[in-house]
């Protein structure tokens, strides 16, 4: 008892070289903890970012829709998303087409494989035809419907089973495809919609910055390299008489050297995706290149299950601004094919118990 308090001060004095020499050796033993023994690629910011106002970003979109309408031929690919869950895409063989787009809404499309005709559609503005030329005489129908109507996906019972040959069952999916392609979706992303004056349209415009990481798509650019690309996002909101506000459209704004649409996204009056259309590859089109344009475009419709992808061939010979007769986008089934009435259906349907 008599040395306890010697010792006790004794070890107190000593406290303080014991916790430095332990610090020292937690950091010495560290080293190869804490120490960097790999290089981590941290993905790039792209720089320059252009700065830009509401007032502007309205001004780029009313540009691109400032044009009446569009004519030239087109490589096309279809993807068919209905298994996305499952992580499963159908991606049929690229075809080519000629698109004609006027406003307001309407649009003729032929499809062709080896220069033959695989597939006509048009719309008028209110109405649709999807006309199926190819492949084995039950898989030929004429699909008609109206615009601002929506239909379950059309399936067809007649085609071949699961033990069926590779090559039905491919034509069938390529059929089925195609049926529920609603040729007025391609006028929408072709001819994007002017922006209305805020003050007499009673829309609010909502203007944020936003940035995501993706692969490096630029020219040149290396396989599997990841950036960081600045966005501006102008988002399009109504409101109802009840006072209730919904978002309608969503811009997404490339800032990097520029300011450039590079996605729109559509919602439906209950806040679900209807349409995300991707824009790429900007380009002068027509002869004398008076215009800039978007040469490659990417239309996702996620509740109608399929991804369409659409890509200019000669952006210098497209039409620009030509206008057509009413006519030209009148599909008729002069082939007598099987007639497919969507608004017949869903009639049918609902009077059957």
Known sequence: ???????????????PFLLTLALMLLVAGGCGLFGTHKKVQVPQLLTPLAEA??????????????????????????????FAEAGIAEKYRQVEGTITAQRPGKVYLVIQFSFVDIAQMASDG???????????????????????????????DRG??????????????????????????????????RIEDPVTSGRTYVRSEFYQEETDNRPRAKSGLRVVRGYYLLEEISSSSSGEARLTRRFWFDRV???????????????????????????????????????????TRPHDHYKLSIGYQDHATVDIDKEFRSEVFVLDNRWQLTEVDLDARQRNKAVSP
Do not use: C, W
């Open 257 to 299: 050297s520029g300011i450039r649409l590079a996605r729109l996204q559509t919602f439906d009056d209950k806040g679900l995706l209807i349409t995300d259309v991707s824009y790429r590859d900007e380009k002068t089109f027509g002869q004398t290149g008076e215009v800039r344009l978007p040469a490659r475009i990417e239309i």
């Open 53 to 82: 106002d509401s007032a502007q970003l309205i001004t780029e979109v009313n540009r691109l829709a400032a044009v009446r309408s569009i004519h030239g031929k087109v490589d096309i690919v279809m993807e068919d998303t209905s």
């Open 126 to 156: 209110q109405h649709f035809s999807v006309a199926i030329l190819r492949g084995d005489e039950k898989y030929k129908r004429f699909v008609k419907g109206t615009n601002s109507a929506v239909y379950p996906k059309l399936d067809d």
């Open 1 to 15: 008892m008599p040395n306890s308090k010697p010792a006790q001060t004794r070890l107190l004095s000593r406290l």
């Open 160 to 193: 071949p089973d699961s033990q069926s040959k590779p090559k039905q069952r491919g034509e069938k999916e390529t059929v089925s495809a195609l049926s529920n392609l609603r040729p007025q979706h391609l006028t929408e992303a072709l001819l994007v919609s």
